[in-house]
Every structure is written in structure tokens, then in C-alpha cells.
């Protein structure tokens, strides 16, 4: 009798050793590696994965049966599972959590499973199953095995289809088709019998007799058939009326087809090289560097067309900001209808819409965001990964994993490359393509040869004794006034990363705080609230000081909402737009705002970081950084290298087109390498002068860190776990690793627990890895103690 290894998902005892279940007669034949399943657990029910059947008898004493099958098909295939398995190893984390992230968010535990038939003949033939229901929720214990059977058998023929959803209906979208129940003589016959001035039963006749495939009732509508002609005829007997499922479309507009550009010698360079080695099925990495404008984008197209003309598929990740329509519009007017796409925005339902059209492979080159790296395509081609440095690529929450490490070990599996592109490298990948590990090709030019912009530094220690509005230099309020008055854009940044508006008392210095975290305040205008951005803790904006009763308190920093109102009150006439966290929120936001600005509707975007990257506006030749060194001051080894990346591709905002581009940066440190460097964006030379920095600080990529933090709601208690951690790491590893800490985070207090950590930087540790899996082990015994161990394999930061 066959037994299934199942890794169950229990939150309080994860290991990595699966369980066995036996399999009973009932459901033999159905059970297969990949699949979900139920199985008792203590008391208990779980949702497990199933990730072996093993035929032999070395188990003894009673086995527990698997309870029912939650999945139909397996929803991991074999490289999935392998994945999962490396990605546990290499994350320290548990495998039911890589399994977990895996497969798409609609899968996971609380949604409900329905089955929606596709065709009429099918309810039918299975009344046991269906009970004349279009739709059913899947309840596998209620269904026998000959039921299970079918069920499976009809979701391979396309007849039946599985949706998930977290309320009680699965909103499977379905519309009306029709179909012809007569053969192509009889309709003419009947339609030779008409009265002359039965046109619109003519045309619908016409339509029917053009074949056999379902019509869709929009399309009938198109031929000016109306629904009443429709029912008379169904009345007659002339056709049958269905409901089909109507798979959501996530792109809302049309696009118009676009053929590939001539490439200049640059790009034609970069697509050979690389077309020869998705030709050969070579599995190498490319570092494709080339500035903002010299035209990376099309590289992509063209070697994901080459791929395609291979019978192979492809896939393009995007950082979560840059999935902008602008790039989704470019590829799919290439490409059609063989792109899925994936990315938060998207609804649960939709993203399994999308990954069922991938699954089937009738989707071929799939766009997306960092989860879509685990989208079941098959036989890729090539992997492109775009702006390879955003930190947006790290996952910052169990499993903790590199977009770009699971791209490579995909790219191993299917014997592909791996395309790196970017303007600002991370150090990582450019030291690794100066080694020779990953081949560089350089686009060094923008398109047309166009200039990159003119920089142009403010030192606002200058300006601060200055106007009234000292948030806007002189230079750049002289700049936007020029680009009015010539009806050019202008696009306007604030650098916000650890930066927000608080309230001051201007009489006592007091400054609200949040109550359970260590943090203050961020006040938010529109709704007259105080709010924590770590706990998410809310209260009214007080009218008197807390401590000292003064009425004097007074909101510090810049707020892209401020920011708005003020060049709204300095430009009265100027069209003003904001794109931020707050106006970005509901479905479409984004989208929109990036199309009222790109069609001219306002003359000056305002926002955030997420205005720095990918955006490609002709019209606009200024963009101005309000506080370029925000992020300078972060207590952290990348703080230099995120300061000139964003300054880098927010400058690569301006001068896109025919016009010239102007940039304006103010700051207060205006010697600082990051932001002297951006000015003439030279990136090589940023290179150069980071990493003797981090040579000296044994920083990456000289050195490899893993970071492991410790908290807890008792302060005293996490303090003491921390050096015990540091007890054990001292004794396990060589003399040669450097161990910092254990320190408090940044941020000590978030959300009422105490945050330490510990970071380790080695070159070589041959017994980190098994000491890290002992810690991770035992970390599952102290949560039981309210103690949380994470630990994170080259952390982003050191915060
Ligand atoms: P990047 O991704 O490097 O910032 P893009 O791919 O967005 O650059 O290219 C910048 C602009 O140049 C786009 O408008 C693009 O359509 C255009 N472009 C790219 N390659 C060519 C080419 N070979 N000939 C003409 N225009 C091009
Ligand atoms: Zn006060
Ligand atoms: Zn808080």
C-alpha cells in the first residue's frame, strides 16, 4: 500500500521532515505528489502538501489516511517542489512556508474552492455531482472516487473549472453564447423560408451557419442582433443559449499592435549576445548596465520575441513600483494575448485567473512582480529581471528570499540565461560581472544620442536663512516658472524613505509619540489624525500639548500633501497632480494618475519615490528633488548606494524626448560622493568610490552578513536570548567572522515587543549553515515562550 510524505502546515511545530499518511482504496489513483491534501493531525484537521509516495513497508505501527484530496490537479510540479526545497535551505526557513509562497495568494488557507461548469452537457452527465448548479463549492469528503475522477478528468478537458475565493461565491465571471442546435442545411432552409422583412432572424441564421463554435452574445450584438431576436430564436428551437466563464481581464485598455525597432549598434549588440545564448540553452547571467534612455526595454522585447520563435516562454520581473501600465502597454502591443501578468494591484481571483492561463501555457511571456518568479511556466527561454538593484526584489517577511538567487536557480533548471538590466547595478551584480562570473554588456548611450540632463545642486544650508518657502530653492522656483510659461512638464520628488511629518510643540519640545512602538507620530492633514506607520495606531490630532497644554504645536518636515499645497498656493494656475501611498490606495489609482499626466492633463507631478522609476514622459525637461539626503542619515551600509541609485533614475525622469532635460537636487550635504556623483551620473565611478568604502567597512559584497533578530514584549527576556545566541555563534564559528551586537534596532519598539539583533559578516564559514538550522530549530521551541526568532540570509539592511 502506497504511503504520502505530507509536510503539514501547523504554525507551532514546523520541521522540515514530512509525515506519513497511508492512502486509502477510496483514493487511491488520486492522491499525486504536489497536491494538497487533508490529513488529521492531534485532534485536529491540516492542509498539507504532499511531496512523496513511497511504496515500501519500513513504517511500522499504525497509519493514519489522508481525509480527502484539497486539490483536484497537483498545484506544484516538480521543479516547484525542488525550488521550495532549496529556497527552505537557503532562507533558513521552513519548507510549508516556501510551499506556501509558492503557489498563488487565492490558494491559500481560508479561501474556498467552487467548480464551475463550462458547458451545459456536462451537468447532465453528472446530476450526482452537480445537482443542475452551474456552480458548486468543492467539498472533497462529500465526493466519492468515481466523483473525484470525473471531476479531475473534466477539469483536464477544459469542461469544468476551478475557482478560489474568500466570501461564498466564487464571482467566476460568466456571459451568455449561443450555439447552433440545427445543421448548416437545415438553418438554410429555414432562413430561405423567412419573410423578407425578418432581417434581424436573417442575419442571426447567417451568424449561426458560420460554424459551430459558441458565440459570444456581445459578439451576436455586434451584428445588431438583439437579445429578444435571440430568445424567439431559442424559442424556435434554432439554437441553444450557454453560460460560458469569462476569465477576468486585468489590462483595461486596448492596445494598438507595435512592431520591433531597429536597433542601434549598442542594442543589436546586447540582443545577439544573448539571443546566441537562449539559442544554445546556455544558462549564464548577463549584467545589461546601460543608462536611463539608452533603450533596455527594447532589448528585452526583441530577445523575448527570439525565445518565443524557439517554442520557449519567458518571463519579465519588474520592481513593484515600475509595473507601470507604460511597460505592461509596451509588451503586450508586442506580444498580445500571450502575456499574463501578475502583480498586487491585481485581485485574488485574477491572479489565479492568470496563473491557471500560465499553467495551461496559454500564456507565454509572463510580466510581474516578484512573487510572479513562482509562475508555473514551462520551458523558459529567459528570464529577465528589470532595475535587478530595487530592494522591492527582497522579500522582508518569512520566507526572506532574493527574487534574483530564485531566478538563477530557475534558470539552472531550465538551462536558460538570466537577464540582469539595469542604470545603477547593485554592487553585488557589478562586482560579480567584474569578476567575469556574469557577462556585461554596456549600453552606454541614450537613444538619438540625446544628452543626459543637466544637473544642477542646491546647498539649502544656503537657502534655509532665505524666503518663506524654504522648501523650494530660489533656482528650482525660477525653474518651474521657465517650464510654465513653455507648457513643459515638470515632475517634483520628495524623498521619503524614513522621513514623515510630525507635531511639535513649539513651546515644550514635546513630540507625540506612538504608545507602542518607538516611533512618533505621523500626522495626516486630510484626516485630522495622528497615525504610528509601524502599528498602524490612530488618534485625533490634539489640540493641546500633551505634556505642557499649549496650544502652539506645530507640524514639522514635508508631506507630499504639504509639498502639493504649497506649489498650488506659489503656481495658482498650474495644474497640479499627486501620486503617493495615499492617493495611489484604490485599484486604478496609479494607472490613472501616470495617464492624465502622460496625455498633458496636468503640468507638475508631485509625489514620492514611486514617481522616480521607469515612468517615460516626453514632456518633461525638469525634475526636481526636494530633499535629496533623507535617506543619507540612515544609520545603515547602503544608505549611499540607495541615494544615488534614486537620484540617478528620478534625474533619468527629465529629457527623454527631443527637449533637453533640467534637474534640480537640493540637500544639505552637498559634497557627499552619492550626490556629487548623481549629478554627472556616473556610475562607474560611484562603483569605484562605494566599494573601497565597503572594503574598508568589510561590508558586501566583500563580505557575506546575515542578520538575525530577536524580540519579545519583555525587554529583559530578549536581552538575555540575545547573548545566548551570541554564546553559541561565538563558540561554532572561526575566529575570522566578525559578530556585531546583539544592539536594539533603529526602531526598538514596534507594536508593544522589543526588537534586538545580531549581525554576522563572513567570507568563509563552512559551519554557519547547520548552525543557523539548529537556531532556526530551536527558535520553533522559544516562540513558545514568546520569544521570535528571525533570521535573514543577506539582509537588505542592518536596521
Ligand atoms: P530604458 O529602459 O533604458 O530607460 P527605454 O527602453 O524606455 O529605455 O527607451 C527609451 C526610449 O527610446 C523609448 O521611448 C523607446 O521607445 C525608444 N527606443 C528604444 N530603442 C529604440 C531604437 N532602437 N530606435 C528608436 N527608438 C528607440
Ligand atoms: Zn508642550
Ligand atoms: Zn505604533
Known sequence: MPIAQVIVDVPTSQTNTPYSYGISDQLLDIIQVGMRVLVPFGRRQVVGFVVKLT??????????????????????????????????????????????????????????????????????????????????????????????????SLIQQGLVSEHYSLSNHAHQLTQTAIKAAKSEVELTKIQDELPNNAKAQWRLLELLKQGTETILQTEAANHKI?????????????????????NRNPFTSAVTKSQPLTLNPEQANAVQTINASIDRGSNQTFLLEGVTGSGKTEVYLQIIANALQQGKTAMLLVPEITLTPQIVGRIRSRFGEQVAMMHSSMSVGERFDEWRRIESGAAKVVVGVRSAVFVPLDNIGVIIMDEEHDSSYKQE?????QTRDVAKWRGAYHNCPVVLGSATPSLETRARAGKGVYQRLVLAHRINDQALPEVEIVDMKQEIAGGPDSDLSASLLTAIEMKLQRHEQIILMLNRRGYSSFVLC?????????????????????????????????????????????????????????LEETVNRLFPTARVLRMDVDTTRKKGAHERIIKQFSEQQADILVGTQMIAKGLDFPNVTLVGVLNADTGLEFPDFRSSERTFELLTQVAGRAGRADKAGQVIIQTFNPDHYAILLAQTQNYEEFYRTEMKVRHAGKYPPYYFTVKITLSAENEKQVVAQSFAVLNQLQQRLSPNAVILGPTPKVIKRIN????????????????????????????QQKSKSGIQIGIDNEPMDFM
Open 55 to 152: 511504496d515500501n513497508q519500513t513504517f511500522s505501527g499504525k497509519l493514519k489516511n489522508i481525509i480527502a484530496p484539497v486539490d483536484l490537479q497537483p498545484v506544484l510540479n516538480k521543479e516547484l517542489l525542488q525550488l521550495a526545497r532549496w529556497m527552505a535551505e537557503d532562507t533558513y526557513s521552513f519548507l510549508i512556508s516556501c510551499l506556501q509562497t509558492i503557489i498563488p495568494g487565492g490558494m491559500r488557507t481560508k479561501a474556498k474552492k467552487f467548480l464551475t461548469v463550462t458547458d451545459e452537457a456536462v451537468l447532465g452527465d453528472n446530476v450526482d455531482i452537480f445537482q443542475g448548479h452551474a456552480q458548486i463549492e468543492y467539498v472533497a469528503k462529500e465526493l466519492d472516487k468515481s466523483q473525484l475522477k470525473r471531476i479531475s
Open 397 to 401: 517577511e518569512n520566507p526572506r528570499y
Open 506 to 562: 513649539r513651546n515644550c519640545g514635546f513630540v507625540p509619540k506612538c504608545p507602542n512602538c518607538d516611533i512618533s507620530l505621523t500626522y495626516h492633514k486630510d484626516l485630522g489624525q495622528l497615525k504610528c506607520h509601524y502599528c498602524g495606531f490612530t488618534r485625533p490630532m490634539p489640540r493641546k500639548c500633551d505634556q505642557c497644554g499649549s496650544t502652539k504645536l506645530r507640524q514639522l518636515g514635508m508631506g507630499s500633501q504639504k
Open 752 to 779: 508593544r515587543r522589543y526588537y534586538y539583533q545580531i549581525i554576522i559578516k563572513y567570507r568563509q564559514e563552512p559551519t554557519l549553515s547547520t548552525t543557523l538550522t539548529e537556531l532556526l530549530n530551536q527558535a
Open 226 to 246: 438583439t437579445g429578444s431576436t435571440i430568445k424567439l430564436a431559442e424559442q424556435k428551437g434554432w439554437l441553444t443559449k450557454i453560460q460560458v466563464a469569462k
